[in-house]
């Protein structure tokens, strides 16, 4: 069943695609991805001055031949990207047709799979009223089920707190970070969006909202139960109040976009009526995340 | 203010249940959200969210109250007492005659009268009952003590007014019928006052009084009222009548045109009440002529006419007499009858001859088809007694057709056969002696006249021509008459011999089927204007045609009439009571309410 979570078909696809970053990231290891470090891709960097110690096969011999002394030859390094995944399986996320938290989970083994088929480490971390890891950093593309399995493991429920990521974000070393929530948890956004920034991550929140929740598909009276808090109130829901609450839920997104946008972070909102495939071909290639 | 539905004042009850489901608990459906900061914190408080809560004031709860209560209202069908006064059975006679399409009154008399009585259906109390008769020929009854206001309504909707005459007696006739002994009843007639004379036997009074209701304001009409294609052996030419009933004097231009298409326009101009009576040229080949004219006036009935113009299809009459110019004479009269007459001595017996005259002559076998036998000489078969002296003579029935037109008053007859024993048929004209003229329609139309018209003074007056114009026609009628009739007024068809299907064709094209083997008589001539009789024989299919007129010097006069000679109510064991009517407000409280049930659902959505 874990291995399901994206279908054959899907993964095939995806094959094609790798995570994108606006600038060179620093890996532990070789990648596909451009170095802050010189190191041995075919791509040509620079010319530095031979020091005792460096390693003789560098060096220019045609420079040498011209300038009287010896250059060495550098080159891009390729290094591998650490992507982190933080998934919001809150109580929040428990709702809507299709389902919330599946579509996330998906969403977000989706991109995790890009970033190993590109030999790129990816972190996951699921949260809701505080993070939870999912282990050791994972790397390749055998990886993947293992990752998938994991994700599929973590169950779903409880309040949002945001200001509880920030720690996890903040100790990440200089990569991508990747939050995936629908942003409607009573706490605030903005901590965990500024630990973002402070760390240095690149990042990109995915808004993921359910259809019914865009557009509420009923009226009359009802008791109102919050999905994560469990709190309950009386309701009478009239086109007013609809259009009331359609109003407050249009604020809110609003804010989590700009607070992304103001600190570079790249944004995209998605609903969970989106096939995943879609959302990785069309929406997170439209904001640049993937290519 | 009455209600005329108290029992709806139950529904009241509405009222305490709309208050008794606000106290109530409502039970809510449970419906997780993924946020719920995000909604409104907003309950509507159309019910309690506790039981029996103190009650809170509420724009909804109040107008669904109000809404309630003037459907309620509505309900018991409040009623404001109205001008009109009825009794608890109101007979409405109204006229559907060709006088009522006048259109003196906007849209005409007849929607006028279907409006005021419209009016008088919603003012019935719930006890009271109405019965509808339309007068015209014959009358209807459209409704039978009915109380049911909106049955009433759609039968007076689907009226439609007649191009005939109202036989007013024949509908007070009917109002009569439908009245219970001891039941307080009350006559409205609507109607123009142009309406046939009443019986006789009304004089006696009617269990109802009678309340004349007059519709139309003015008599100004120019109609044509008489048209007639006369054919003589040099020509044949067509007279027409144009009268001007009105007060003014009008000009106007008259339309004259055949069948085949436009003969002659002519300008007239008609002072006040004066007749033109006019000449006009009849084209040989036409088979209908029609005259039209523009009088712009408020009847158009009568501003149309046609007549047939084809010659009728000529008889051979055999007269066998030693002389007699008296009936030679009368009988050449008709054009269409081609006269033979033989001495006695002559008379083989022929079946070459439509009628055959005997006079003062008997052969020895009766020809099996129409005669006349006069004054049968002793040995004959229809011979009567010893001859009797006579003196005045009278009618056997006034009413009879075959006497139209025919004194009487004058004739004297010195002798005649005694006819007493005769059992020829009826008698036509009889004395205090014997019957002198008898008639029989089996086994063919004959006639026998027990004097000789020598012996009488009868052929000097009026009377005998017409007498031998009436039996002749009557003897060999057309098989389809030629000239004009009245709206409603029978046909009688003669098919042809050998026919095998008769279908007559109606002015707006419509067509009715007959039946071949007897004289049939139809009755369909509602409508105005040219009927076509299409017989088919042997594969060939003959047409004659017959045409139908208004010609009413009644109807065409226009002017309503301002006291109506009613027949009186008789005396009563009570005195005859009413009351007045009532005037149903109840559409305008639905309204109302209909405005509240609006104003609640703007309410609702406006979160009041």
Sequence with gaps: MDARLLEPSVLRRLDALAVLVRRAVKGQMGGEHRSVSRGRSPEFADFRSYTPGDDYRLIDWNAYARLDRFMLRLFVAEEELPLSLFVDLSGSMDWGRPHKAQTAKRLAGAIAYVALASLDRVRLTVFADGPTSGGAPYRGRRAAQELFARIQSFPVGGPTNYSRLVWPIARQRPGLTVLITDGLGESPIEPAITALRLARQEGAVLQLLAPQEIAPDWTGDARLKDAETAAEREFTATPATQAAYRTALAVRTQEVEDAARRRGLRFARLTSDQPVEDMVQRTLRQVGLLG | ?????????????????????????????????????????????????????????????????????????????????????????????????????????HPSRFDEARREIGAMIDELGPQDRMTLITIQTPPRIIASGSGDHDAMHRALGRLTVSNGSADLSAALTLAAGVTRAGEQSRAYLFTDGIVEPLHASFANGLPFPIEYRRVGVSGENVGLMSLVVRTSAQSRAAYLRVHNFGQQARSLTLEWRSDAGLIDLRALSLQAGQAQDLVLPVPDAAATVTARIDAKDNFALDDSVTAIARTPRAFRVLLVTAGNRFLEQA??????????????????????????????????????????????????????????????????????????????????????????????????????????????????????????????????????????????????????????????????????????????????????????????????????????????????????????????????????????????????????????????????????????????????????
């Design chain 2, 1 to 105: 203010m009455t209600f005329l539905a108290p029992a709806a004042a139950a529904l009241a009850v509405t009222l305490p249940v709309i208050v008794a489901l606000y106290f109530l608990r409502i039970r809510r459906p449970t419906r997780v959200v993924p946020a719920l900061h995000l909604w409104p914190d907003q309950i509507r408080d159309r019910q309690a969210n506790v039981p029996w809560q103190r009650p809170r004031f509420s724009w909804l709860l109040l107008l669904q109250l109000l809404a309630a209560a003037v459907l309620v209202a509505a309900a018991l069908q409040p009623a404001l007492p109205a001008t009109a006064s009825l009794a608890p059975h109101s007979i409405v006679l109204l006229d559907a005659s060709a006088s009522m399409q006048a259109k003196d009154v």
């Design chain 2, 331 to 608: 009988l050449r009269l008709r054009t269409d009858f081609q006269v033979d007459v033989l001495a006695p001595t002559d008379y083989k017996g022929s079946t070459a001859y439509a009628m055959t005259v005997f006079d003062r002559f008997s052969p020895p076998a009766l020809p099996d088809s129409p005669f006349v036998m006069v004054d049968p000489p002793s040995g004959s078969p229809l011979a009567g007694g010893k001859a009797v002296g006579i003196g005045r003579v009278r009618a056997s029935d006034a009413g009879d057709p075959l006497l139209t037109n025919v004194t009487l008053q004058d004739v004297r007859v010195a002798r005649s056969q005694d006819m007493s024993a005769s059992r020829f048929g009826r008698a036509l004209i009889t004395s205090v002696q014997t019957p002198l003229v008898l008639v029989r329609d089996e086994p063919f139309r004959q006639v026998l006249v027990g004097f000789d018209v020598h012996d009488s003074d009868f052929p000097l007056r009026i009377g005998f021509p017409i007498l031998v114009q009436n039996l002749s026609e009557w003897m060999l009628p057309p098989s389809v008459p030629g000239h004009s009739f009245h709206p409603d007024e029978p046909v009688t068809i003669v098919p042809e011999s050998g026919a095998t299907s008769v279908t007559v064709v109606r002015p707006d094209g419509s067509r009715r089927q007959l039946a071949t083997g007897a004289i049939a008589t139809f009755a369909d001539t509602d409508l105005l204007g040219v009927y076509t009789v299409e017989q088919t024989a042997g594969g060939n299919t003959d047409r004659s045609w017959f045409s139908v007129n208004l010609f009413s010097d009644a109807a065409s006069q226009l002017a309503p009439v301002d006291r109506l000679a009613l027949p009186p109510a008789k005396a009563f064991p009570s005195p005859q009571t009413t009351h007045h009517g009532f005037l149903g407000i109840w559409p305008w409280i639905a309204l109302l309410a209909l405005v509240l049930v609006v104003a609640e659902w703007l309410a609702f959505h406006r979160g009041l």
